[in-house]
């Protein structure tokens, strides 16, 4: 079975950085299109970053575009995603996704794993 778990989330001052990791078990990583999202209380799950299966594209939400960083390393079937300068409203619940194939998909729908989710809250 496909395993997704998220870690590295925690409480960071704005402007500050985490680094979250996803680790990936049950099929060959490199097969798979990576993703985050995050879901804030009350709010819809929200895409942040994706990165693909062939080769290492990468596409992001305006909203962390410039900020954040995905990339993976398929020896360690791992997905990590940096975050810089962080502000408050990044403040969510942040999942790791996965899905088979390579075309960029920016929809919740179209992901076929998730993990457990790891929380990020950003103080002012």
């Known amino acids: 079975q496909v395993q997704l778990v998220e870690s590295g989330g925690g409480l960071v001052q704005a402007g500050g950085s985490l680094r979250l990791s996803c680790e990936f078990s049950g099929h060959t990583f490199g097969s798979y299109t990576m993703g985050w999202f995050r879901q804030a209380p009350g709010t819809e799950r929200e895409f942040v970053a994706t990165?693909?299966?062939?080769?290492?594209?990468?596409y992001y939400a305006d909203a962390v575009k410039g900020r954040f960083t995905i990339s993976r390393d398929n020896a360690k079937n791992t997905v990590y995603l940096q975050m810089n300068s962080l502000i408050p409203d990044d403040t969510a619940l942040y999942y790791c996704a996965a899905r088979l194939g390579y075309t960029i998909k920016t929809n919740s729908y179209d992901y076929n794993y998730w993990g457990q989710g790891t929380q990020v809250t950003v103080s002012s």
């Open positions: 990165i693909t299966w062939l080769g290492s594209n990468t």
